[in-house]
């Protein structure tokens, strides 16, 4: 089963090489669809992991952002007075908290 779907797929990628635009027509997604999706079973594991890697990378991408956000406005907090006895409460908060 395994050889048979990695000769298809090879298929695929050649058919698709050769089609003008590099896109895959409606005929060689359903031949794809069709071999991949025919097990539930298979389909469901998928897009479980599928699910817990989007969330997972998600959560890893917001703390960085996050992360990166607060270390520019620690570096601003010199450069605008006004706004520095409130980046240091955050600052201060977001230390407290750990």
């Given amino acids: 089963m395994k050889k048979s779907l990695k000769s298809k797929l090879g298929v ?3 058919k ?24 539930r079973g298979k389909l469901y594991k998928v897009n479980f992991f599928r699910g817990i890697f989007f969330g997972l990378g998600n959560v890893i991408g917001s703390t960085i952002v996050i992360a990166f956000i607060i270390w520019v406005l620690s570096q601003m907090g010199d450069l605008f007075p006004v706004f520095g006895d409130f980046i240091k409460r955050i600052i201060e908060y977001v230390s407290e908290t750990r």
């Fill in 12 to 14: 695929l990628k050649k």
């Fill in 16 to 39: 698709q090489k050769k089609s003008k635009k590099g896109t895959v027509s409606s005929k060689l997604f359903a031949d794809y669809s069709e071999e991949i999706y025919m097990n």
